[in-house]
């Protein structure tokens, strides 16, 4: 990538140039546009990145050795700003592990791949009734289901959509931009997507406008487009859409880069969105047109997204575009494409302008990638030498947002970046303008690119240490705080203590005279018991007998009676035994 864009601008020549706020390459868009986009045969395995998108990682819901069918859920949504991963096709997960990815750094991230079984069987999926909207609710249902249908800004951006459909009373749309310029060389696929898939466009759009309730539709073609243009206006014509709100092609010159957002929205609209604000602060939203066809594949079929053009161009045999399921290897597109040419020294993924040099053609295609382009020596002649800039300020003639990019090489250059930041660097959309533009060669863009980085860093450290500092004064000022809440609870406890004994005291000297006269009275009581029992003691007999001295002499008495009597029968017994023996 180091000099990508001086690299083009060798290709083109500079008389092509000069158009104030853009530049106007040589499109090279005709090569790959001759036949109708094709399908890539299925392949053996699909690697899928989690990072395809801007946002939070999706978290990953399968393991190696699960059975996966088609459109089955990967990997789930994380947080506000993210985006599911669903299985282009069905077959068996072989790994979840880092591995090359198509990005910029040529670094490998975490990517599931797929062995596909070759049957291509689909998950059970139904459409979804997107009209229903009557209530804040229904939007949000329908919004959160959004969220797991993977579908992300297919222009490239690859911000999730769902979050973009997301309104408030600050952020209602007013106007509803389809972004159809695909203003950089080489590109085609948004082109043929169009040419052929116009009243499919219209139905996601349909959708979109539904949802945001935006009150007019502004299509943004550029004029080399002229048969998508005509297929979109056909489409208008015939859709629900036309009935319903104000829907108009607009053709604007072919100018790069007026496919970026708020330039389309500047051409077609004639209004600036500010650098700090979004668009739809000024009651604006745009989307790409693959982007809402996706949607109309998601409502109207219950598809995630899975797959999408991709144009295969440059030093190929063939070049064209192909209908491409995520994870399919460049080396296949490329077989696709005929084959890269033997001068073929390398690809680019996106456009020349902004796109970066891959890694290896065995990186995966993903949501992002709208282009590969082979290329070689006799396309891409290397750039010569950066030589002293010569303060000619075509830079500043060309760029789109009114920068001053010769005053931003001098700050990044220096390193004085906080001066760079004030002049406005992150306002820069890295366009390449400006390095397409410079007589002297040299890589503007690839300053701002380190300078914004380096800002970044440095913001991130300032951001750690601060966050370390501040929470190191709240430590500080919670142990302080403990410190005195114990002081005051000793003191209130000891305050308390105090009051209890000294009310103990006052309820003491209050309750005595009580305690005597109770005192008193336990006593009467207990001696009026004891005098009780003593005279019970007193009364009570020990023995009645005893107790009785003339009743014991009676008994005394009788018994001597009894004796007598028994004497005198023993006697009278004995007398008669006497006479009988007689
Ligand atoms: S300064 Fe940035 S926005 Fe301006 S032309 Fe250069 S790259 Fe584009
Ligand atoms: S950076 Fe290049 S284009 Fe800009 S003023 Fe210097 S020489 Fe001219």
Known sequence: MSSLLNIVKQSFGLGAVAVSGGVHPPDHKHESTTQAVGQLPLPHQLTLPLRQHVGNLPKVLVKVGDYVLKGQLLAEAEGNISAAIHAPSSGTITSIEDALIPHPSGLPDRCITIAL?????WIAHAPIDWRKLETEQDKSKLLEGLRSSGIVGLGGAAFPTQVKLRTNAKSSVDTLVLNAAECEPYI??????????????????????????????????EDNKPEAAEAMRHACANSPLSKLVPLKVVVVPTQYPSGDARQLIRLLTGIEVPADKRSTDVGLQCFNVATVLALHRYFDFGEPSISRIVTITGN???????????????????QAGGGALADTDGYIMGGPMMGFNLPSVSVPITKASNCVIASAPNLFPSAPPAMPCIRCARCADVCPVSLQPQELYWFAKSSNLEKARDYNLFDCIE???CTYACPSNIPLVQYYR??????????????????????????LMRIDREKQERAEKHAQKAAGAKAEAAKTEATSATEAPEDEAMAAKKAAIAAAIERAKAQKAAAAPQNVVDAIPSVQAEIAEIDARREA?????????????AQEEK
């Open 431 to 433: 366009c390449g303008c």
């Open 565 to 577: 009597a028994k004497q005198s029968v023993t006697d009278a017994i004995a007398t008669n035994d």
């Open 316 to 334: 190929v045999q063939k070049p064209a575009n192909y209908e491409v399921l995520f994870g399919t290897s460049v080396a296949d597109l490329v």
């Open 450 to 475: 380190f300078a914004k980085s380096e800002i970044i860093a440095q913001d991130r450290a300032k951001e750690a240490a601060d966050l370390a500092r501040e929470r190191n004064e709240f430590r």
């Open 188 to 221: 085609t696929c948004d082109d043929m997507l169009m040419r052929e898939r116009a009243d499919q466009i219209l139905k996601g759009l349909e959708i979109a406008q539904h949802l945001l309730g935006a009150k007019q539709c502004l299509i943004g073609i």
């Open 117 to 121: 079984d070759g049957k291509d069987e």
